[in-house]
């Protein structure tokens, strides 16, 4: 069954860097886009960045845009977020998911556990 | 940008009662509408795509409907396993904008 492990959360600093990373299992992982989504606490899920199943294409949402940057190792089945310059309102749990195809296309139909990201000094 | 709002934040309803949800886009969606629920703890789950389509699994009591603007996602006779918030979300845009979620609770 499809699985998506995130790691790489935890506590850091403001202006500080943090890179996430996703493991992917139980698909084709090179035939999907993946997309990173963060949920802060109390809040509802907001779409910060997504990548073509080839990595060509990218796009972010303004609040990450320039400090945030998504890739993919299709390989390794992974996908990653380099996270810098990180602020207060950074903090958020964030989840790894695969967007659909055919019928399902551009929802997102299978979502990680989510990892933590905390912003604090 | 689309803005996603969802209508009410809470809604308290009787087992085996109706529960409906509203949605409203700040501009049209051209159908590309879905919803999620997320228990505590958990991620969000797909449930509906394309306004009425149900995802894999999603009981028959779960409907959505709806065009341009405004959408509902019916819940015909609520159980207890539906206590959870839903979201709708729109995908014709990007950024594909999330509401704030009704949190279902059982009466």
């Known amino acids: 069954q499809v699985q998506l492990v995130e790691s790489g959360g935890g506590l850091v600093k403001p202006g500080g860097s943090l890179r996430l990373a996703c493991a992917a299992s139980g698909f084709s992982f090179s035939d999907y886009y993946m997309s990173w989504i963060r949920q802060a606490p109390g809040k509802g899920p907001e779409c910060i960045s997504y990548i073509s199943s080839s990595g060509n294409t990218r796009r972010y949402a303004d609040a990450v845009k320039g400090r945030f940057t998504v890739s993919r190792d299709n390989a390794k089945k992974s996908l990653y977020l380099e996270m810098n310059s990180l602020g207060a309102g950074d903090t958020a749990v964030y989840y790894c998911?695969?967007?659909?195809?055919?019928?399902?296309?551009?929802?997102?139909?299978?979502w990680g556990q989510g990892t933590l990201v905390t912003v604090s000094s | 940008e689309i803005v996603m709002t969802q209508s009410p934040a809470t809604l308290s309803v009787s087992p085996g009662e109706r529960a409906s949800l509203s949605c409203r886009a700040s501009?049209?969606?051209?159908?590309?509408l879905a919803w999620y629920q997320q228990k505590p703890g958990q991620a969000p789950r797909l449930f509906i795509y394309g306004v009425s389509n149900r995802a894999s699994g999603v009981p028959a009591r779960f409907s959505g409907s709806g065009s341009g603007t405004e959408f509902t996602l019916t819940i015909s006779s609520l159980q207890s396993e539906d206590l959870a918030v839903y979201y709708c979300?729109?995908?014709?845009?990007?950024?594909?904008?999330f509401g704030q979620g009704t949190k279902v609770e059982i009466k």
């Open positions: 998911a695969r967007e659909g195809r055919g019928a399902v296309t551009e929802t997102y139909d299978n």
């Open positions: 979300q729109q995908y014709n845009d990007w950024p594909r904008a």
């Open positions: 501009q049209n969606v051209n159908g590309n």
